[in-house]
């Protein structure tokens, strides 16, 4: 199709401006992530402290505030494992890397045989990857079971988002102290073992608060952009 002159001109320009508002949504949303790592490193480290707040805080082990219980073996790739009509997910990490702070779907179900040979989470748990792609946090928002590529944070003593976030800070930390081989994976005693410092629990909420704020401030903004680009 070729229309005159002046439509041409009036289509371009109407498409150069969603370009240009586009544009302005990613660099609203890139400043606005960077904002949030930055607020992420002063809250948890101590460095700025929310208004009425005051206090040491603790040095404890993740392994002092938690449970941490890994998955069970995979199960073989066979249809008597799972059940595409059930209600128990089976989480893999493709279904983490489409989430962001909840999971709630995955593209598999186990059978009541699969569920039987899995660890059984329950809806509103924490868990993390601890293969492949390490370190990403995730809370439940369905039943699922996990396999031995991920740990759940069970009779937790802390925040449970505190405590999200605060993995969240330090995912791009695992790698560093993660074993290699055909895939890069964590162990539990290292898991365990990882140091955090906490607030007084009024705190910690006040943190989880804050940085659960700026998660729906983004949520907002890139829902936008989606919009837009469609």
């Given at each position: 199709p070729f229309p005159e002159p002046c439509e041409q001109e009036a289509i371009a320009i109407a498409l150069k401006d969603v370009d240009?508002?586009?544009?302005?949504?990613?660099?609203?949303?890139?400043?606005?992530?960077?904002i949030?790592?930055?607020?992420?490193?002063?809250?948890?480290?101590?460095?700025?402290?929310?208004p009425g707040f005051s206090g040491d805080w603790d040095q404890r082990r993740l392994g002092?505030?938690?449970?941490?219980?890994?998955?069970?073996?995979?199960?073989?790739?066979?249809?008597?494992?799972?059940?595409?009509?059930a209600v128990v997910g089976w989480v893999r990490i493709s279904d983490l890397t489409r989430s962001g702070m909840y999971l709630t779907e995955t593209v598999q179900r186990l059978s009541e045989l699969g569920i039987a040979h899995s660890r059984p989470?329950?809806?509103?748990?924490?868990?993390?990857?601890?293969?492949a792609t390490v370190g990403r946090p995730v809370i439940t928002k369905i039943d699922v079971c996990i396999h031995d590529g991920f740990v759940v944070f069970d009779s937790l003593q802390v925040n449970k988002?505190?405590?999200f976030y605060f993995l969240k800070w330090i995912e791009p930390h695992w790698s560093r102290h993660g074993q290699t081989g055909s895939q890069m994976n964590l162990n539990t005693a290292l898991i365990n073992g990882t140091e955090?410092?906490?607030?007084?629990i009024e705190?910690?909420?006040?943190?989880?608060?804050?940085?659960?704020?700026?998660?729906?401030?983004?949520?907002?903004?890139?829902?936008?952009?989606?919009?837009?680009?469609?």
């Open positions: 240009a508002l586009i544009a302005g949504l990613e660099q609203l949303i890139g400043k606005k992530r960077d949030k790592q930055a607020a992420m490193q002063q809250l948890f480290t101590g460095q700025t402290r929310l002092d505030l938690a449970k941490i219980q890994r998955g069970a073996s995979r199960p073989i790739d066979s249809p008597i494992w799972f059940d595409d009509s989470v329950s809806s509103g748990s924490l868990i993390m990857s601890i293969c988002y505190f405590l955090i410092q906490v607030p007084a705190e910690q909420n006040a943190i989880a608060t804050i940085l659960s704020d700026m998660d729906t401030d983004l949520s907002a903004l890139e829902a936008r952009l989606a919009k837009t680009q469609t």
